[in-house]
């Protein structure tokens, strides 16, 4: 296998929601995430790894000790989709969609989109992928 068949979009994509569902944030930004990686969501316009880590301490004060479900991973050329929801004691995440634009081995950009809801609830579909452990 070729260093460009290791680094492909497919590859980049499931190597960062693995390293993501592991808890493994600067791992992931290291392998997967270009230094200047565009993030754009509700809340964020911004550029660069702190942009990223930004969003993931906001997912985690958001989402406490969440269980994610994935519920859909689809790449085409330099573009993958992820579809997914999260259940935590106080709120659950709905309709989580991140879009993504991989270049060269690295993500160059992501755009995240999700609705919050509280209370657990039985609205999730898919094969669950449980990347945090519950502290219960």
Excluded: C
Excluded at 68 to 96: C, H, K, Y
Excluded at 117 to 126: L, P, T, V
Aim: charge should be negative; avoid cysteine; glycine fraction near 8%.
């Amino acid at each position: 296998m070729s260093i460009k068949d290791e680094r492909s979009t497919e590859v980049v994509f499931k190597d960062h929601v693995r390293l993501r569902l592991e808890g493994k944030l600067e791992d992931d930004l290291e392998r997967n995430y270009s230094e200047h990686v565009v993030l754009l969501t509700v809340n964020s316009n911004a550029q660069g790894h702190d942009a990223i880590r930004t969003s993931a301490t906001r997912l985690e004060e958001q989402l406490p000790q969440a269980s994610f479900e994935i519920i859909e991973m689809q790449t085409n050329g330099p573009f993958a989709l992820l579809i997914w929801s999260a259940r935590s004691s106080g709120m659950d995440a709905v309709e989580g969609a991140d879009s993504f634009v991989i270049e060269n081995g690295k993500i160059v950009f992501q755009s995240i989109h999700y609705g919050l809801k509280s209370g657990a609830g039985d609205h999730a579909r898919g094969a669950t992928i449980d990347g945090h452990p519950n502290g219960d």
